[in-house]
């Protein structure tokens, strides 16, 4: 008698188990699978290697591109998105600095500045890039013109598109 | 004896309902993994990337069976899963809603088609750069 009570304990207490284990998996499937994928990382990625390709030609610098009025349209890029809760064509930043390159001194010497897209971006990444906040990626390169001066670049980019990546 | 059949029986009833709760768990996960909405993003996206990064003259396969399998279940025609309208892709597997659709910056003209050839081949071709 005393054993098939110890055994009826057991078995509620087997049962409070896997309910647990239920409900831990449905809230690991649904915080996995209700998020969408965040591929704002790779996006910002590829925009910076597109502009990249686009200001130069095998490391030579083109200077003629970042001096053209129509940047943009010249690489082959559009900031245009699909129409999404309110989505304005504003998910999108782009800011390329060029400066001077001086080995003797390290230091750079930035002679002009291109930006397109949402200014407030960066103003956001600043608190945070990723998840709720637009993510945000910088990178340098450097490269000699015709003439062998030497540059460096600083490309920042931004995406937003949060809602459909966080 | 009476008493030792009953555990088996006892034993079994537990272990059937254990084993049913095991499939329930396992149904449940593998409904959610291959659930129309994460196969449309999971697509959508992934067209996208693959535009951005391409450049013209290109021409990308892509196998998209699970999609296309689901799509033949809800009566859509494999031809009819994936387009593209200026820079937008947009995918749809099923005849209700509008489907998932995602941007590329790429400013090319892509086109995308499915292979009849082939029975799960989307092939994305980069014509050129739009103007």
Redesign the interface.
């Known amino acids: 008698m005393n054993s098939r009570g110890t055994?009826k304990i057991i078995?509620i207490y087997w049962f409070a188990i896997?309910f647990l284990?239920?409900v831990a998996?449905?809230y690991l499937?649904?915080s996995f699978?209700g998020k969408?994928?965040d591929?704002r990382k790779?996006?910002a990625n590829?925009?910076v290697?597109?502009v990249v390709d686009c200001i130069s030609d095998d490391g030579i610098l083109n200077l003629e591109t970042l001096e053209n009025p129509s940047f943009?349209?010249f690489c082959?890029?559009?900031?245009?998105?699909?129409d999404?809760q309110g989505w304005k064509d504003d998910q999108?930043y782009l800011e390329i600095f060029l400066c001077g390159f001086d080995i003797s001194n390290g230091q750079d010497l930035c002679l002009s500045k291109l930006n397109f897209g949402d200014e407030n971006i960066p103003k956001n990444c600043e608190l945070k890039s990723g998840g709720n906040y637009p993510f945000c990626l910088e990178r340098s390169s450097y490269f000699i013109d015709a003439e062998q001066n030497k540059y460096s670049t600083k490309i920042f980019v931004g995406v937003k598109k949060i809602e459909?990546n966080d | 004896m009476q008493k030792r059949g009953n555990i088996l029986t006892?034993n079994i009833i537990?272990i059937i309902l254990?084993l049913v709760?095991v499939v329930i768990?396992v149904l449940?996960?593998f409904s959610?993994?291959s659930?129309e909405s994460?196969i449309e993003?999971?697509y959508a996206?992934q067209i996208a990337?693959i535009v951005?990064?391409a450049k013209p003259v290109m021409e990308i396969h892509l196998n998209m069976q699970d999609a296309v399998e689901k799509a033949k279940k809800n009566k859509i025609s494999p031809e009819n899963i994936v387009s593209i309208s200026?820079?937008?892709v947009n995918v749809k597997i099923n005849s209700r809603g509008e489907g998932y659709?995602?941007?590329f910056?790429?400013?090319?003209d892509a086109t995308i088609y499915f292979d009849t050839t082939s029975s799960f081949t989307y092939v994305i071709k980069i014509n050129g750069?739009?103007?």
């Open positions: 055994d078995s896997l284990v239920a998996c449905v499937v649904y699978y969408p994928y591929v790779i996006e590829f925009l290697n597109q943009l349209e082959h890029l559009t900031f245009d998105v699909e999404f999108f459909k | 006892e537990f254990n709760f768990l449940f996960i959610k993994m659930s994460v993003e999971k996206k990337l951005d990064e200026e820079n937008v659709s995602y941007s910056f790429n400013n090319v750069n739009r103007k």
